[in-house]
């Protein structure tokens, strides 16, 4: 178990630095608590799977996302792929640089990579090909960032869910964050999450990852390795070497070359979300109509807002999404 540090740092002074580095929001969450509460206890990721010596606290960074790329309608413009990824690099440089002030200031710092694939453990068909090695969106409820969604993304105050995470943990002794007790969410009866999904993968406070993943990293993993097996498979070596040269290796090439739709990728969810202090005055206006919209969603809603208790995805989550006033 990770063990604290004393330490001159202070929260404050932490969150003062990671700020003017870049960060639009930073929270300290507690890496005891984390080791304790793991978001699925049938595949723990908590600090302690990571370290054993520097994961006692879990500082949380957090930039929004452009503004300009929420309302690009298409859940697969590359200028939003691009735009994520451009920031994911950005808060990575200023995690970094927070590692090396801490470690100048006696704190030992640890990253936690934004994305990581273990092909030992992938099995197809079975495991969400983006499972991080830390559940950020988690890490950011414990540290008092916000609260999950309907579908289990992270719902800041500020901007909703339109911001992108970074961690570094730390074992300095330093004051973690409460979090949030109060669901953001506005459940079902507003369901915009739901209706613009294109993989139509929102559930009932939960999320089908399997069927996310396809949009959320569209050339990720599983795209690379079944395309590949494909190749392979191919009996006819000059159709091979056609395939070699086709649309698909053409769009792993130029995914590879950023990560572009593959660390990143869909989130009309978050685009559409209407909590947010960003959501009235800039985007609103440009987001409110739901072209993915079909009466068949409604009618799931409909059922959803019907039902008489919380199904049973919420009670695995609630710790995280908060508390929840049911209308009927
Ligand atoms: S990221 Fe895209 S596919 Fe996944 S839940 Fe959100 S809208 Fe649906
Ligand atoms: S769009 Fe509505 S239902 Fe979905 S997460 Fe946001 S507030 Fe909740």
Not at 23 to 33: N, Y
Not at 301 to 313: I, K, T, Y
């Amino acid at each position: 178990m990770n063990e604290l540090i004393s330490t001159t740092l202070t929260s404050e002074a932490i969150k003062e630095k990671a700020k003017s580095l870049g960060a639009d929001l930073v929270g300290i969450a507690d890496g005891g608590l984390m080791d304790q509460f793991p978001p699925d206890p049938e595949n723990s990721r908590t600090p302690s799977h990571i370290t054993e010596i520097d994961g006692a606290r879990v500082i949380v960074l957090a930039k929004r996302i452009s503004f300009a790329t929420s309302r690009l309608p298409a859940w697969n413009d590359q200028h939003k792929f691009y735009g994520d990824e451009l920031l994911i690099s950005a808060l990575e440089e200023l995690a970094l640089d927070l590692v090396f002030w801490l470690e100048d200031n006696g704190a030992p710092g640890l990253m936690v990579p934004y994305h990581h694939v273990d092909p030992q453990k992938f099995i197809k068909g079975e495991d969400t090909q983006a499972t991080h090695p830390l559940s950020a969106e988690h890490a950011a409820v414990e540290s008092g960032l916000g609260t999950l969604g309907l579908n289990h993304q992270l719902i800041t105050p500020e901007f909703g869910p339109r911001v992108i995470l970074g961690l570094v943990m730390t074992s300095a002794d330093i004051e973690p964050d409460a979090k949030m007790e109060t669901s953001l969410c506005r459940g079902p009866e507003c369901g915009r999450c739901l209706k613009a999904c294109p993989a139509d993968a929102v559930q009932h406070w939960d999320r089908d990852w399997l069927a996310c993943d396809k949009f959320r990293s569209p050339f990720g993993f599983e795209f690379l390795s079944d395309y590949l097996t494909s190749v392979l498979k191919e009996p006819n070596q000059a159709n091979q070497i056609g395939m070699l040269r086709g649309m698909e290796s053409s769009e792993i090439f130029q995914a590879m070359l950023r990560g572009s739709g593959i660390i990143t990728g869909c989130r009309r969810c978050a685009d559409v979300c209407p909590v947010g202090d960003d959501y009235e005055d800039l985007l609103k206006k440009w987001v409110d109509e739901i072209p993915e919209e079909t009466p068949e969603k409604l009618k799931r809603l409909e059922a959803m807002v019907a039902e008489a208790a919380l199904p049973e995805a919420y009670e695995k989550q609630k710790r995280w999404i908060g508390k929840i006033e049911l209308k009927n």
